[in-house]
């Protein structure tokens, strides 16, 4: 189903409106007439596709991630708004793309860009429905919570108002870090032994959200986010989680090709590029950062499990909506890359699922193209409240929870940058620089990317029709955004 447009002329925005329903959650019969249900919140910084849910790694290990997915609908074919952290949340929590607001790099400014700072924030858009919203962790980019949002639209939030991530300080490590302090957010180790996981920052978000499920003290109806940062680099974990992924027995991306970048348009160096991977490589430190990765993930599932348990022996279980998302994908060495910061699949595949009592059924999945901008508008839809009016451009996937097979969008779009599209349908994804050079991938023959069919003809009339995708619309005026001398994190 395709989602209605209009414009509006003074702000040059091409927005959906969507019309808010009677809330599915109307309980007439136990004279609770449209109650409203509570949200669960659950942000993952940097997780891919290596997980059971998305079986990008068979070497992944997240029964509780698997078990959670099981209970409700995963969207297999979910993609960023934009590969990088202050975009991609800035976006789910506004409703507004990256190129309508000009919203493109991590250091852009959320409270300085005038369309983004007008908007109704998701925390605020309940708080303004009657909610009590309260959050925990990395929710919106760490720099825009703890200098610009400060709390805005939350009653409470862990460890504080203005200061989104709990401390790192106090965690020791087992051995020296690998790289040697090369770059303290390109590093990783195991902790010491006798550390636990209550030490570690995701560890004390987990045990806040915990606490807060089973004290039954929450007024109801709840917004409670937890915000998890692992395993965005630096990965540190508990070593029981290193010990489950022997070193031996890593194996290296089965995506990664050495020529992969022959057939690739210049315009992509002109791209985020880091230089970890060459690093990485000329360290002999491949493996070990993969291994970092996995025993980082694998504690995010414990988490999870943590958090979505205290969640089921809580007297909220029967009237919560779950969603848990990751704000993009992660390259492992995949187009000679180490990290997002792309317009490839490793960068835009995303993790998205739900669990909404008494609409979505067990075991679902769903290969629809979908957006982390088509969130906000599902939780209007879903709760019953009215979204704000011309703001929200994603769509309401409820369509979809209730048929998986439902007529929908033909492909969804990722931004990185101005004028930079990755759109991606069930069976392609195509690829549009600013300068006009393209790149264009058959999914059903080649999952890694590794043919640029766009210079061949007969995929002209494929491209033509990605190409009606694009936004019409390009706001070149991201604000820079200068971080305080006083801050920073790992």
């Not at 069930?426 to 766009?454: K, M, P």
Request: aromatic share 10%.
């Amino acid at each position: 189903m395709k989602a209605t447009r209009r414009i509006s002329i003074p702000l040059l925005l091409a927005l959906t409106v969507f019309a808010a329903g009677p809330s599915i959650y109307a309980q007439e019969d136990d004279g609770q007439k449209n109650r409203k249900p509570n949200v669960l919140f659950i942000a993952i910084d940097d997780l891919n596709d290596w997980n059971g849910i998305l079986k990008g790694n068979p070497q992944a290990q997240t029964p509780h991630l698997d078990r959670l997915a099981s209970k409700g609908i995963v969207f297999t074919n979910a993609h960023c708004a934009a590969p990088a952290c202050g975009p991609s949340r800035s976006a789910i929590m506004s409703g507004i793309r990256p190129s309508t607001s000009g919203n493109y790099i991590n250091k852009s400014s959320l409270t300085h860009n005038p369309i983004l700072n007008d908007s109704v924030l998701l925390p605020e858009f309940f708080q303004g429905n009657d909610y009590f919203v309260c959050g925990a962790g990395k929710l919106f980019h760490g720099y825009h919570f703890n200098y610009e949002v400060k709390g805005r639209g939350f009653d409470e939030y862990y460890p504080s108002k203005t200061q989104d991530l709990p401390s790192w300080e106090g965690l020791k490590f087992s051995s020296k870090l690998p790289l040697g302090g090369w770059s303290r957010t390109a590093d990783w180790g195991p902790l010491r032994s006798d550390v636990t996981v209550d030490a570690h920052p995701d560890g004390k978000t987990a045990n806040w959200a915990t606490s807060q499920l089973l004290g039954g003290e929450l007024k109801e109806p709840f917004f409670l986010g937890a915000g998890i940062f692992q395993p965005h680099l630096p990965n540190y974990a508990p070593q029981k989680y290193f010990d489950r992924f022997p070193l031996e027995d890593i194996k290296l991306p089965e995506g990664y090709l050495e020529n992969d970048l022959d057939d690739v348009p210049a315009a992509h160096a002109k791209m985020a590029h880091n230089p970890w991977l060459t690093r990485i490589r000329s360290t002999g430190q491949w493996k070990p950062a993969i291994q970092a990765y996995l025993a980082c993930t694998a504690m995010v599932d414990d988490l999870v499990g943590q958090i979505v348990e205290a969640l089921e022996n809580s007297k909220y279980a029967e009237n919560t909506i779950i969603v848990l998302w990751s704000d993009h994908g992660f390259h492992h060495g995949e187009k000679g890359r180490w990290g997002k910061y792309s317009l490839w699949e490793r960068a835009t595949r995303v993790n998205l699922l739900w669990v909404v009592p008494g609409v979505t059924q067990p075991g679902l999945t769903c290969g629809r193209p979908v957006n982390l901008l088509d969130i906000y508008p599902t939780l209007a839809s879903l709760t019953g409240c009215a979204p704000p009016k011309n703001q929200l451009e994603g769509n309401d996937l409820s369509i979809l929870m209730k048929d998986p097979e439902a007529d929908w969008n033909a492909a969804t779009v990722t931004t990185f940058g101005y004028k930079n599209y990755g759109v991606r349908s069930e069976r392609y994804r195509y690829i549009v620089y600013a300068d006009g050079s393209e790149e264009l991938y058959d999914h059903t023959n080649d999952r890694w990317e590794w043919q640029n069919l766009a210079k061949n003809p007969k995929f002209a009339e494929v491209k033509k029709a990605m190409r009606k995708e694009l936004p019409s619309h390009h706001e070149p005026n991201g604000v820079t955004y200068q971080v305080p001398k006083r801050g920073g994190r790992p």
